[in-house]
């Protein structure tokens, strides 16, 4: 039982990850909680400066969001007829990231999937702050799908590792899984000038081998001396159509999180994005 976490706001962005996301797993039996968080909409309207208005826009706010989810789940359903998926709604009052958080943590989501944008007009953004916040602060995997993403079932899945990380076996288990039942390849990365592997990095290595053993796996070595400029090259290289990336203290992802922005570095992603989360999870 796989248990989907997907946050709305109603654009077609969202709504395309939704479908995205439900094909992606029809293979699997899943609860998919469907679910939009309202506080910022209340808080931004200009007429709530006294408490009465505010708890009439709010709940006014609250039977609007339901509607639209109950809708949301009607077409899901109509559109895909899968008996293996349950799908729940739920209307919260909160932060996108606090109620996501606090959901994931609750449900024991395996997976968080968004939209790289919402609702923004701006063409130069790759990810609008929402997701960068999800996948910062949510200790759980997120699944990022671009706008306007159609392409269903990845059959090319790359994995840029530099083999120093400790590997999470529920998180691995989750990429395996998946890939084994669309029958996609994973292609583990390494980017280095330098052939020897440390002690630590074979011996992680070899749990990435152990844990991909059902998958169709191989291990491939780039060089570069800019990173993010070789994963770009190596996504058209390769012809993948999924980007898998670690996030964890002193990773490369936290490291583009945390010290600039992915414009400014230029990682666009133009094809679907898992997050894994080699952080504490309690």
Do not use: W
Request: hydrophobic share 40%.
């Amino acid at each position: 039982m796989r248990k989907i976490l997907i946050p709305t706001d109603f654009s077609v962005n969202s709504v395309n990850a939704a479908k995205y996301s439900l094909e992606l797993f029809k293979y699997f039996r899943a609860e998919i909680f469907i679910v939009h968080a309202f506080a910022d909409e209340v808080y931004e309207e200009k007429e709530v400066l006294m408490r009465a208005v505010f708890d009439e826009v709010k709940n006014e706010t609250q039977k609007n969001s339901e509607k639209a989810l109950q809708k949301i789940k009607s077409d899901l359903t109509a559109l895909f007829h899968n008996p293996k998926h349950k799908i729940m709604t739920q209307t919260v009052f909160g932060s996108l990231v606090d109620v996501v958080n606090d959901l994931a943590e609750k449900e024991n989501i395996d997976v968080v999937t968004m939209g790289t944008k919402g609702k923004t007009n701006d063409r130069e953004i790759t990810f609008g702050s929402q997701t960068l916040q999800v996948i910062k602060y949510v200790k759980c995997p997120v699944l990022v799908i671009p706008e306007s993403y159609h392409d269903i079932l990845p059959k090319n899945i790359l994995f840029p590792s530099d083999y120093m990380l400790p590997y999470k076996p529920r998180e691995l288990k989750l990429l395996s899984s998946m890939a084994e039942r669309i029958t996609a390849k994973i292609k583990c990365l390494y980017i280095s000038k330098f052939d020897d592997l440390s002690n630590r990095q074979q011996d992680n290595k070899a749990f990435l081998e152990f844990a991909f053993a059902n998958n169709k796996v191989s291990f491939l070595k780039a060089e570069g001396k800019d990173i993010t400029e070789t994963i770009n090259l190596s996504i058209i290289n390769f012809d993948a159509d999924m980007l898998v990336l670690v996030n964890s203290r002193h990773s490369y992802l936290e490291n583009i999180l945390y010290t600039s922005t992915i414009e400014k570095i230029g990682l666009h992603i133009k094809i679907p994005f898992l997050v894994l989360q080699n952080l504490q999870r309690y």
